[in-house]
């Protein structure tokens, strides 16, 4: 909303105009009634106390002479003006919102927590400027976090680089009970439409992924999990045929044999170091540890079996 210096001198701007946007800016967020039009025309200094009323049923008409429907303020609509259509609006049609829903789908399993956030604010912010409540609401729901708070989402990810100690309840649907953990925040991830903190468990001694649905509290936040020493999985493994650009952070090329690199993979967790070496296929060998790489081979064959009925 416009603000206006005491020293500003509004004969040399268009009051006129000013109004037309300040009205039009209050219509678009709610219906308001004419005694709030004028107490807010008041108080931005841009419309006197004892001026007429006239006044702001000119800047009304000018508004619709713009292309805006305005109703009259009568019972019906509570004395209220309501804006029922106006010229400025984004214009995205329902079949536009369906092909970004699909390229959206694609991509927002292969980018961090801080992308999702950015392409929700970008939904939000292009949802203000669109006046069809329908396509309105369906822009909403494009996004991944729509039934996330993104502020807790923001200070979880500040919790996971500064490694705080949380101390939440937690319930897991095998238990009677809720119960109280302490955890390292780590990291979150976004994985099959699903938010997973991981981190490591103070009294268990071992790295978790909490469902965040499942989060039904956070009692506190304490720094010094940084103290604390938290091993990862470490996993080596042959690959082939794949681009260097497909490696995760948390895994780097130490050898090269021929067109065969040895990768190195520090992991939060065996069972996460699973699902990514099977994610390559046929082009991942295990090597090391050896426990694991029977554990990978029976997983295997538990999998060709199942497959070949």
């Not at 396509?135 to 708070?149: D, Q, T």
Request: charge should be neutral.
């Amino acid at each position: 909303m416009f603000k206006f210096d005491e020293n500003t001198d509004l004969n040399q701007i268009s009051l006129t105009g000013v109004r037309a946007l300040v009205l039009l800016g209050l219509l678009m967020r709610a219906p308001r009634t004419f005694s709030e039009i004028k107490q807010t025309f008041v108080d931005l200094k841009i419309m006197e106390p004892d001026h007429s009323d006239d006044i702001i049923r000119i800047d009304l008409n000018t508004l619709r002479t713009m292309g805006c429907d305005i109703t009259k303020a009568n019972a019906k609509t509570g004395f209220k003006y309501v804006l029922t259509k106006h010229p400025f609006s984004l214009n995205i049609t329902k079949e536009e919102i369906a092909l970004l829903k699909k390229v959206y789908k694609k991509i927002k399993d292969n980018v961090s927590i801080e992308t999702l956030i950015e392409y929700d604010n970008l939904f939000n912010n292009l949802a203000e400027y669109i006046f069809d409540n329908e396509i309105k609401e369906a822009l909403y729901g494009v996004s991944a976090l729509k039934e996330f708070k993104v502020r807790e989402l923001k200070e979880l990810l500040n919790d996971c680089r500064e490694n705080k100690i949380l101390t939440l309840i937690y319930h897991k649907p095998s238990a009677k009970e809720d119960s109280q953990k302490e955890i390292v925040a780590q990291e979150l991830v976004f994985n099959n439409d699903k938010i997973y903190l991981r981190g490591y468990d103070v009294n268990k001694k071992e790295s978790v992924s909490l469902n965040l649905r499942r989060v039904k509290s956070i009692l506190s936040r304490v720094l010094g999990g940084n103290l604390i020493d938290i091993k990862t999985f470490q996993v080596r493994f042959f690959l082939k045929n794949f681009g260097v650009n497909k490696l995760e952070k948390n895994e780097s090329i130490i050898e090269t044999r021929d067109d065969v690199y040895v990768i190195e993979g520090n992991y939060h967790n065996e069972f996460i170091a699973c699902q990514r070496v099977l994610s390559f296929g046929a082009s991942c060998t295990v090597l090391e540890p050896q426990e694991f790489r029977e554990k990978v081979i029976e997983k295997l064959r538990e999998m060709r079996k199942n497959y070949n009925g």
